[in-house]
Every structure is written in C-alpha cells, then in structure tokens.
C-alpha cells in the first residue's frame, strides 16, 4: 500500500465509535436545548430586552455557521480525530466560561468561543460515523445519531427547567462539564486516527471570503429584524454578502484545491436534499425560538414544566430515528425523507390552532407530527447527502451538512423572530420599547399564529422540492432499467 492509499477501516470498533462520538453530539444538544428554555430567565436576570438575549443563541450560530466548512476541511487535511478532540476541549473550557460570566455581553463573548469548539464538534460527528460504518447500514448509524441528538434535547429543557427553578441560570452551563471531560477520554481511547493523504493545502482566499460572506449575511439579518430589513446599513450588508459569496464561488472555481468540490452541486438530487434541509431547519427554528415564550408568558407556566412540555418532539424524533434511517437503509432515501416532509407541514398546520387556552395534552398532541416529520426526515436525508462524497471529502461534506443545519436556523431566528414581533406588535395596535414579550398575552399568540402560517408555506415548498426530487430519482431509474433492458 503507497503513502495515497486510504488506510483500510476497521469496522468491527464501530459502535465504539459511534458511543463516543455520540459523547461530543450530546454535549453539543444538551447545551443548545439548555439555553433556549433560559431566555425569559435571562430577560429578568440581566434586565435586558429579547432582541439582547437572542444573542446569546445567535452569536453562537454565528460561529457554528461561518466556521463549520473551514474546519470540515482542516480535518480532511490533518485527520477527524485531532480536530473533534480538540473541539469538545474547547467546547468545555467555553462552557465554564459561560457559567462565570457576569453580563450579557461576556456571557455572549463566551458563547462565541464555545462556538468554536462546537463547530469542530458539530462539522465532524456524522463525517466520523459515516467513515465508521459500511454503506449498507449508514442510515441504520446516521438515524441513532439522530436519536442521541434527541436525548440531548430532551435531557436539556428537562434538566434546564429543573435547574433554573431550583438553582441559577449558571449551572445550565456547569452541566456540560463532566460531559466533555467524558467524551474527551472516550474520543481519545476509542475513535481511530485516520491520516489522510499528504500534499494538501488549505483554501485560504476561498475560507476567508466564505466567512466574510456568511458573516455579512447573518449580521444583516439579526440587525434587520430589530432595524428594518430596508435599513441603508442591512442593505449594504446583504450587498456585501452577496459580493463576497460570488467572489468565493469564482475562487472555488478556479482554485487546484478548493475548500468545496463546485463538481458536487451538478448532482440535481444533492442541491434538492440541501435545499429540503435547509426549509426545514429553517422553519423548525420558529418553534425552538418562539415555543418557550408562549408556554412561559402565555400558559403560564413555570421555566421547569415549560421544560417538560418541550420534551413531546425530540422524545419522538429519538424513537422515529433510527426506524426511518433503518428503512432508508431498505427502501431508499428519498420516499421515506418526503413523507417526513409532509409530516411537518401537517405538523406545522397544527401549531397554528396554538390560542391561550390550549392544555397541556392539546399541546403535546400539536407537536407529536412534528416529531414523528423531524424523525423521518432527517436520518434519510443526512444518509443521502454524505453518501455522495468520497472517503477523503467526508469531512467537508459533513460541514455541508452541518452548515445547511446552522444557517437555516439562524435565518429562521432572525426572519420568524422578526414575522412574529412585528405581527404581535400589529395585533397588540402598540410597539413596545421592551419587546414583543412585553404585548398582551392574545397578540403574542395572534403573532405566533400568523407566523406559523409563514412556516407552513415554506415547509410546503420544501415538500414539493422533495416530490420534484422523486420524481426524477424514479424517473432516471426508469432510464437506466430501459438502458440495460435494450443491451
């Protein structure tokens, strides 16, 4: 075997890898899921407004989504292994940062460098699991890691509620600690270190203008939701986007070793998973934004039983995993991701019956199709899109992945955050200087009403994209049985 030759893999150590990976995964949802349920504490605590607080999620998309295809890359070049480590190193070092932080402003200055280390973490996990396991049972090991996203979801809002109730906003972070010094050891011990192939070089033109890109984007969007989005400072952020984002693409174009293979957006069916992902994630970022408000300053509820009600969708994406990935595995991707997709827009339907008087049952009930949508969705679609990269791309494919994740929830934030304040603000005949959360329980929910209306469409044009993408996959399968039929 010369030096160029993939190392052979050894997959009898699979599932060792996939449990201490799924260590690094969990940290990452537990924390996520954690936060969110500490929004309106962190209004009160640090007497501030919403559009402050969202910081403190979006500052840490920000990172994920302009550093994800960077470190994707960076590990093709120097190994999985070194990379993921590190990250859930920095990722716990960031997370007693946070816990220590006295304002708003370095809790956010914090969540940035958990950023960091959450996005070597996050861009490498399903690049690692997909190199571990044979082909035939990829959706079989995608859709578990989909499951042990779940249980770091659900364990979040639990122990999240639990704690702010009985403790401090503060230890929402101390929680991650014993976490990461676990999955540190178990990724050292457990998961082998692949050396890729020599001679590569880092895209730095190409990593620089994707980030700027990204950066210009992201910013524009979260200072146009409390600005206006025709505001002379977004529009020359959108402008400025939209120049660099090109420029990157001209780069990647010409460059001998390009962060990004362009050869792999020819492929229809790629551009169609990512766009599908993209609408979904994007449209699901309405509910993990808004959905703690409403059972908070709607139903009333105390932060540790608003807690418990978020658990009803990841609870059942942690059961419909790993079935649906296990099918794809049988039946094919993609009829199994488009009956997900039309799982969420039903799902999505819904929550737009949410009012101020909805119980707890009706509740649940409202959000068991999302779950089972998510469920059947997303272990097909991941299994899908990293099966079309080669062994030696995988980790910049996952970041693909991984960014389609970050960028649709951070554009959901900011556009869905912006429909329902300005909507709540309508219903409510008032603006108030505090936030929409501030507005009379009825135009809160009016809002998310009218919001979620939104979702439904954009959920429906990712549902037809999906369909489209059927059609043609059996379409082609047609042509090819002809094909061979003829010879």
Same mark, same amino acid.
């Given at each position: 075997?010369?030096?160029?030759?993939?190392?052979?893999?050894?997959?009898?150590?699979?599932?060792?890898?996939?449990?201490?990976?799924?260590?690094?995964?969990?940290?990452?949802?537990?924390?996520?899921?954690?936060?969110?349920?500490?929004?309106?504490?962190?209004?009160?605590?640090?007497?501030?407004?919403?559009?402050?607080?969202?910081?403190?999620?979006?500052?840490?998309?920000?990172?994920?989504?302009? +550093?994800?295809?960077?470190?994707?890359?960076? *590990?093709?070049?120097?190994?999985?292994?070194?990379?993921?480590?590190?990250?859930?190193?920095?990722?716990?070092?960031?997370?007693?940062?946070?816990?220590?932080?006295?304002?708003?402003?370095?809790?956010?200055?914090?969540?940035? @460098?958990?950023?960091?280390?959450?996005?070597?973490?996050?861009?490498?996990?399903?690049?690692?699991?997909?190199?571990?396991?044979?082909?035939?049972?990829?959706?079989?090991?995608?859709?578990?890691?989909? *499951?042990?996203?779940?249980?770091?979801?659900?364990?979040?809002?639990?122990?999240?509620?639990?704690?702010?109730?009985?403790?401090?906003?503060?230890?929402?972070?101390?929680?991650?600690?014993?976490?990461?010094?676990?999955?540190?050891?178990?990724?050292?011990?457990?998961?082998?270190?692949?050396?890729?192939?020599?001679?590569?070089?880092?895209?730095?033109?190409?990593?620089?203008?994707?980030?700027?890109?990204?950066?210009?984007?992201?910013?524009?969007?979260?200072?146009?939701?409390?600005?206006? @989005?025709?505001?002379?400072?977004?529009?020359?952020?959108? +402008?400025?986007?939209?120049?660099? /984002?090109?420029?990157?693409?001209?780069?990647?174009?010409?460059?001998?070793?390009?962060?990004?293979?362009?050869?792999? @957006?020819?492929?229809? /069916?790629?551009?169609?998973?990512?766009?599908?992902?993209?609408?979904?994630?994007?449209?699901? *970022?309405?509910?993990?934004?808004?959905?703690?408000?409403?059972?908070?300053?709607?139903?009333?509820?105390?932060?540790?039983?608003?807690? +418990?009600?978020?658990?009803?969708?990841?609870?059942?994406?942690?059961?419909?995993?790993?079935?649906?990935?296990?099918? /794809?595995?049988?039946?094919?991707?993609?009829?199994?991701?488009?009956?997900?997709?039309?799982?969420?827009?039903?799902?999505?339907?819904?929550?737009?019956?949410?009012?101020? /008087?909805?119980?707890? &049952?009706?509740?649940?009930?409202?959000?068991?199709?999302?779950?089972?949508?998510?469920?059947?969705?997303?272990?097909?679609?991941?299994?899908?899109?990293?099966?079309?990269?080669?062994?030696?791309?995988?980790?910049?494919?996952?970041? &693909?992945?991984?960014?389609?994740?970050?960028?649709?929830?951070?554009?959901?934030?900011?556009?869905?955050?912006?429909?329902?304040?300005?909507?709540?603000?309508?219903?409510?005949?008032? &603006?108030?200087?505090?936030?929409?959360?501030? *507005?009379?329980?009825?135009?809160?929910?009016?809002?998310?009403?009218?919001?979620?209306?939104?979702?439904?469409?954009?959920?429906?044009?990712?549902?037809?994209?999906?369909?489209?993408?059927?059609?043609?996959?059996?379409?082609?399968?047609?042509?090819?049985?002809?094909?061979?039929?003829?010879?």
């Amino acid at each position: 075997m010369n030096s160029t030759d993939p190392q052979p893999i050894d997959y009898n150590r699979k599932w060792l890898v996939l449990a201490s990976v799924g260590m690094g995964i969990f940290l990452g949802t537990i924390d996520s899921s954690i936060v969110n349920i500490a929004l309106p504490t962190m209004v009160n605590y640090f007497k501030t407004d919403f559009a402050i607080v969202q910081w403190v999620v979006l500052a840490y998309l920000l990172t994920l989504t302009t +550093l994800m295809l960077s470190m994707g890359r960076l *590990a093709d070049m120097f190994g999985k292994k070194p990379i993921y480590t590190l990250g859930i190193v920095l990722f716990t070092i960031g997370s007693l940062l946070c816990g220590l932080s006295p304002s708003i402003y370095l809790l956010i200055a914090a969540r940035v @460098f958990q950023g960091i280390g959450a996005t070597m973490v996050t861009s490498l996990g399903m690049a690692i699991i997909t190199e571990s396991f044979p082909g035939k049972e990829r959706g079989m090991a995608l859709g578990i890691n989909s *499951a042990i996203v779940s249980v770091g979801i659900v364990l979040g809002p639990t122990l999240g509620g639990f704690i702010i109730q009985n403790l401090s906003w503060h230890w929402i972070f101390f929680v991650n600690l014993p976490v990461g010094v676990a999955g540190t050891f178990m990724v050292l011990r457990f998961v082998p270190n692949y050396k890729p192939q020599g001679g590569q070089k880092f895209d730095y033109p190409g990593s620089v203008t994707l980030f700027i890109g990204l950066l210009s984007l992201l910013i524009g969007l979260t200072i146009g939701q409390d600005r206006g @989005f025709l505001e002379p400072v977004v529009l020359i952020l959108f +402008l400025n986007s939209i120049l660099f /984002s090109a420029i990157f693409i001209y780069i990647e174009l010409h460059s001998p070793q390009p962060l990004i293979e362009m050869e792999y @957006f020819k492929s229809r /069916s790629l551009r169609i998973n990512l766009m599908t992902r993209l609408l979904s994630f994007l449209s699901l *970022a309405g509910a993990t934004l808004l959905m703690p408000f409403y059972l908070e300053n709607v139903l009333g509820y105390n932060p540790q039983k608003a807690g +418990l009600m978020l658990l009803v969708t990841p609870i059942t994406v942690g059961i419909v995993a790993p079935i649906s990935g296990t099918l /794809s595995d049988r039946f094919g991707t993609r009829t199994i991701s488009v009956i997900g997709l039309g799982m969420l827009v039903f799902g999505a339907y819904c929550i737009t019956t949410l009012n101020a /008087s909805t119980t707890a &049952i009706g509740y649940l009930l409202r959000f068991i199709p999302i779950g089972i949508g998510s469920g059947m969705f997303q272990s097909p679609n991941n299994s899908a899109i990293m099966g079309t990269a080669a062994r030696e791309r995988l980790g910049i494919m996952s970041g &693909i992945v991984s960014i389609s994740r970050t960028l649709g929830q951070t554009i959901g934030i900011a556009l869905l955050g912006a429909v329902w304040a300005s909507r709540t603000f309508s219903h409510a005949g008032k &603006i108030f200087a505090e936030g929409a959360t501030q *507005a009379p329980a009825l135009a809160q929910v009016a809002g998310q009403q009218d919001t979620f209306r939104g979702v439904i469409f954009l959920l429906l044009l990712g549902f037809a994209l999906g369909v489209w993408g059927l059609v043609d996959e059996k379409h082609n399968e047609i042509v090819v049985s002809t094909q061979v039929a003829g010879k």
